[in-house]
């Protein structure tokens, strides 16, 4: 039984908040989720348009053997629609090449001598890299020593073609970094990511993730439109109206950016102290912009494979593009496709010339119908994932002062996981605290 009357409260209601509530709650813990926002969820939204066009806010999926998601999620009443493992790619001089399954079933893509991907060395080095990360546990990989990717791969032996064709479109798209500087640790987690389970979306949207989180705790439990604004002594929360709430702990749960500037804000006894390295936050952030496009009919440019299209052309606008109607048709009105195109960063395009951009792009890619696509919306997102370089720990301390926590993928490495894992270790320190 919890020793405390007061709650634990938790500011960001995204996965790591919601993770970190969950997991207190089940030991029988008082809680308090308080939200800016108007609904939970953080990165992970999804609207719902007048015409039925369900609208991730970025591109997202949710891995299906990440190991905090198998931990939380009944993934039947999320009834999770899974892509078909593999890509279509679109090669520099504007040919298609589509690999099957390369990662699950590496031997069947890469193995074919007129795959238009990669030289024999290279199909052989993936089936020995796939054996490669087998051999670890997800943490073990997250703990191993990291240079950038794009050393890692080099240094592993991969030529430059089968880098440009194949891992900066598809794993740039992943850490939403095309040059691939991101530590190569996480690419380790990732590739075993998905050698073993699949990229999947909720029927309904990734929202559904965060929506089933909090539809496990206590009515009242989850305050929306709730924005903190310090922390007090360590264990009080002032809020926007100037109300103090009491808590028997506090945990940030927000992105870095936002826990940098309460606890820039923080007031309160000197003994409270929080060291200097844990109060300074990396707080870089990748960028990216995902612009949806309506079909006025007809058949999905998709053609319903239900792979993901990836661009190997290092100066386009269009990144990736997938259609997610084609996973699950409930992400369209009957008769209509989804298009789903990422670019990311591009900081000093305007998004009116990047849908133009984006649109032309499209036009060469799927035909001249794609000029008539309707635009429904852009998401620019300047804070998608946080920067993760080689050298940081894939582990921050998240215990900040006696009575004061923080998680969330920017305390840890950008993903899904990482926030909802970090939640997890929180309300376990706290629960043996
Ligand atoms: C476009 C995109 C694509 C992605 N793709 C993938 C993917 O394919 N796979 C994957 O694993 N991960 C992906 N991610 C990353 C994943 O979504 C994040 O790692 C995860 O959602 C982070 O959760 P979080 O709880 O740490 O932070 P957040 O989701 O940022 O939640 C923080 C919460 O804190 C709230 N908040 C902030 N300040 C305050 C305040 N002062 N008072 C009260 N509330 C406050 C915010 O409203 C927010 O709800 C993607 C992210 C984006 C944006």
């Not at 679109?90 to 031997?107: C, D, F, I, V």
């Not at 808590?247 to 826990?259: E, R």
Request: proline fraction near 5%; glycine fraction near 8%.
């Amino acid at each position: 039984m919890n020793p405390v009357s007061k709650p634990i409260i938790i500011i960001g209601a995204g996965m790591a908040g919601l993770s970190c509530a969950t997991w207190l709650h089940r030991a029988d813990w008082p809680v308090l989720l308080l939200d800016a926002a108007d609904a939970v969820g953080g990165r992970v939204r999804t609207d719902v348009t007048p015409e039925g066009f369900r609208l991730d806010r970025g591109f997202q999926v949710l891995q299906t053997n990440y190991p905090e998601a198998r931990r939380l999620f009944d993934y039947g009443a999320l009834n999770l629609k899974a892509f078909r493992s593999g890509a279509v790619i679109r090669l520099a001089n504007g040919s298609e090449t589509t690999l099957q399954n390369p990662l699950q079933h590496p031997q069947g893509a890469f193995s074919a001598l007129t795959s238009a991907i990669g030289t024999l060395p290279d199909k052989l080095r993936v089936l020995s890299f796939v054996r490669h990360v087998l051999k670890y546990t997800p943490e073990e990989l997250l703990a191993r020593p990291a240079t950038d990717t794009l050393t890692f791969l080099q240094r592993y032996g991969w030529s430059e073609q089968m880098i440009n064709a194949f891992f900066k479109p598809f794993f740039g798209g992943v850490f939403l970094d095309r040059e691939l500087t991101t530590a190569s640790n996480f690419f380790e987690f990732v590739f075993q990511q998905f050698v073993t389970g699949e990229a999947a979306i909720p029927a309904l949207g990734m929202q559904q993730l965060p929506e089933q989180l909090a539809a496990r705790l206590p009515a009242g439990t989850v305050q929306l439109n709730t924005a903190v604004t310090a922390i007090v002594n360590g264990s009080q929360v002032r809020l926007t109206t100037g109300k103090v709430l009491e808590a028997a702990a506090v945990v940030i749960a927000t992105d870095g950016l936002a826990a940098t500037r309460l606890l820039a804000g923080r007031s309160g006894k000197p003994d409270d102290a929080i060291s200097a390295e844990a109060a300074s936050f990396p707080t870089a952030a990748r960028l990216t912009t995902c612009t949806y496009f309506a079909t006025r009919g007809g058949h999905s440019p998709g053609r319903n494979d239900k792979l993901l299209r990836l661009n190997a052309a290092s100066n386009a606008l269009v990144h990736n593009v997938a259609f997610p109607a084609d996973v699950s048709g409930a992400y369209a009105p009957a008769g209509r496709a989804l298009v789903s195109v990422s670019t990311h960063g591009e900081r000093s395009t305007s998004e009116e010339e990047l849908t133009a951009g984006v649109r032309r792009e499209l036009a060469a890619w799927f035909g001249p119908a794609a000029r008539e696509w309707e635009h429904l919306r852009s998401y620019r997102i300047a804070t998608a994932l946080p920067v993760y370089l080689a050298g940081q720990p894939a582990h921050q301390s998240l215990r900040l002062s006696d009575s004061l926590y923080r998680c969330g993928d920017w305390t840890a490495y950008p993903s899904l996981n990482a926030a909802l894992a970090t939640g997890r270790e929180v309300a376990e320190m706290i629960i043996k605290s």
